[in-house]
């Protein structure tokens, strides 16, 4: 069986609608990082144990995608790129928004990874869990019907207590990423690199480019659905006492890196 070369795992997580799969792409670009897109978010919510190194050996992450391992039915090409560079990647990880839930196992489990969470304000989850209800009522959208506002604060929550814990447990593997800054402070995208001890290479750089204009687009058009019902559920159970402290772990983390 063909091993994972010598080298790092790296994980992505943070709430839902968090801009996890935005950061994906961002690391994708990388020659040295080799990620997986909900590879196998599936087979880590049915059993978290199952969830082991061996998952990530060349043959079984590019080449073999089985039952239960992920909602995604196919591949995809990047996986055929990915297996034949194999041996240049430093790092191999997948992108599954729940690994919050679960940082003492993976940090165990994996030797120390490292693990980008991505941090993104209240308002623009809740919102963006609330359309993806409404889309999937009136429309082929596969998003649960039950994950509105109010799920997403609950969840919300739970992803910054966890944090915030783990942070204090494992500072050396997790690092606490701003979506806000993302694609509009360059030094954000030069902290998540020298997190990783990598360069960032022209690829990557395009990337951040092409999406920084996208995002401005993107925010200009915007259109609120902030309802009287979702500001007052956010003001009464949104924890932004941890939410702060978390904004000030990565602006410390800002300045580490």
Known sequence: MSVKPKGDFLFICGCARSG??????????????????????????????????ALFNKQRFCKELIDDDSHHQRLGDYYDK??????????????????????DYLVDTFAKPKILFLLRDIHDVS???????INSL?????????????AAITEWNMSLKNTFLAVSKHPDSILIVSYAKLFSDIEQLEKIFAFLDLDIEDETMAFWDENTL???????????????DIRHSIQMDADFETYQILQTMEEEYYVKY
Not at 83 to 102: A, T, V
Not at 138 to 150: I, M, V
Request: glycine fraction near 4%; charged fraction near 30%.
């Open 214 to 228: 996208k995002k401005q687009m993107i925010e200009q058009k915007k259109v609120s659905i902030m309802t009287d």
């Open 138 to 150: 009136n429309n082929n959208d596969p998003w649960p019907h039950d994950k509105g506002f109010l």
């Open 127 to 133: 919102q963006s869990w609330e359309r993806r209800r």
């Open 20 to 53: 996890t799969s935005i950061t994906t792409e961002l690391l994708r670009r990388h020659s040295k990082i080799a990620m997986g897109r909900e590879r196998y978010n599936s087979l880590f919510k049915a059993n978290n144990n199952d969830f082991i190194p």
């Open 82 to 103: 990915v297996f034949m560079l194999w041996n240049s990647h430093r790092y191999i990880g997948d992108k599954i928004p729940s690994l919050f839930k679960q940082y």
